[in-house]
């Protein structure tokens, strides 16, 4: 009599043939996101489908953290895997290592994605926003202590206030750790009580170098800051989640630099406007009770 195999050592037979495919172990895949299930274990399960087809995938936690976008049901991606059969059940699946939108750039659908949960908490709201203190005692600064930003702040403040207290809070201004430190420095001036506003600022650069800024790390530490934020990040064409947080957007370092800190001539005009008004209330409170002392005695 032939060998009989059992159910489980034909599904492990198929799934060393699936294995030494080529083609099978190294491909890219197109299509729709649906059925789509996140598991607690940090797994992503879903079926990928077109107009005649599908097929069921999983993408594990190791390779979906690096995930910058959300994957929801409806959304066109390019996966990139491998065919394997999933022994206990005999089927076959995609196990996805990379995950691309396709059509739209996968920062740009990050940014679009945390944007719309950030407004739908409310983190843009008007009512949040913290007023700028007219002439700080103390401002910090969180940047690159050694690029030209620093340089440009300092001497924008130094120019209109010759008097003006910078505290500088280094950090890295992109790559992976830029969040971290940036998040860190907020809640670090927020612990010290030392300044009265805080400027995070960096120069201009693609979406890619900018893309600190556009961490929910940096936006939720920025809307939990009892200092004031005044975000100054890139050009004036960049925007950045942290500039719909903060409590005022500059368009560039040197631009923050001057709305945090009026020039000496205005500080005079204001100083001999209130000096103005004080003499002028001084005298009528002299001239109401001089009126009300002759009343009496006369």
């Known amino acids: 009599m032939q060998y009989v195999l059992s159910v489980s050592e034909i599904n492990?037979?198929?799934?060393?043939?699936?294995?030494?495919?080529?083609?099978?172990?190294?491909?890219?895949?197109?299509?729709?996101?649906?059925?789509?299930?996140?598991?607690?274990?940090?797994?992503?399960?879903?079926?990928?489908?077109?107009?005649?087809?599908?097929?069921?995938?999983?993408?594990?936690?190791?390779?979906?953290s690096s995930l910058k976008f959300t994957p929801e049901n409806g959304m066109k991606v390019i996966i990139r895997g491998y065919i394997?059969?999933?022994?206990?059940?005999?089927?076959?699946?995609?196990?996805?290592?990379?995950?691309?939108?396709?059509?739209?750039?996968?920062?740009?659908?990050?940014?679009?994605?945390?944007?719309?949960?950030?407004q739908e908490e409310g983190l843009f709201d008007q009512r949040y926003k913290k007023k700028i203190p007219y002439l700080p005692s103390a401002i910090g600064v969180v940047t690159s202590s050694t690029g030209a930003v620093i340089r440009d702040i300092i001497n924008v403040l130094g120019r209109r206030y010759t008097n003006a207290n910078i505290k500088l809070y280094p950090s890295a201004v992109q790559g992976e750790l830029a969040p971290i430190q940036i998040s860190k420095a907020i809640k670090r001036l927020n612990q010290l009580k030392c300044v009265d506003v805080i400027i995070i600022a960096r120069g201009g650069g693609s979406l890619e170098e900018l893309w600190a800024y556009n961490e929910e790390i940096v936006a939720r530490s920025i809307f939990e800051s009892q200092i004031p934020v005044i975000s100054a990040v890139g050009h004036e064409t960049d925007y950045t989640i942290a500039d719909f947080v903060?409590?005022?957007?500059?368009?560039?370092?040197?631009?923050?630099?001057?709305?945090?800190?009026?020039?000496?001539?205005?500080?005079?005009?204001?100083?001999?406007?209130?000096?103005?008004?004080?003499?002028s209330a001084l005298l009528r409170n002299l001239s109401h009770n001089r009126s009300r002392f002759d009343k009496a005695v006369g």
């Open 246 to 279: 903060a409590d005022l957007r500059a368009p560039t370092p040197s631009a923050a630099a001057e709305m945090v800190m009026p020039e000496k001539f205005e500080l005079k005009n204001r100083l001999a406007s209130m000096n103005s008004q004080l003499r």
């Open 84 to 118: 394997s059969i999933y022994e206990r059940d005999g089927q076959y699946q995609l196990y996805a290592e990379e995950m691309q939108p396709d059509g739209i750039g996968n920062l740009h659908l990050a940014f679009e994605q945390l944007k719309k949960k950030l």
């Open 12 to 64: 492990r037979y198929i799934k060393e043939i699936v294995s030494r495919d080529l083609v099978l172990s190294n491909l890219w895949v197109k299509g729709e996101i649906s059925n789509y299930k996140y598991h607690y274990s940090g797994h992503m399960y879903f079926t990928l489908k077109d107009e005649s087809g599908l097929i069921k995938c999983v993408m594990f936690k190791t390779q979906n």
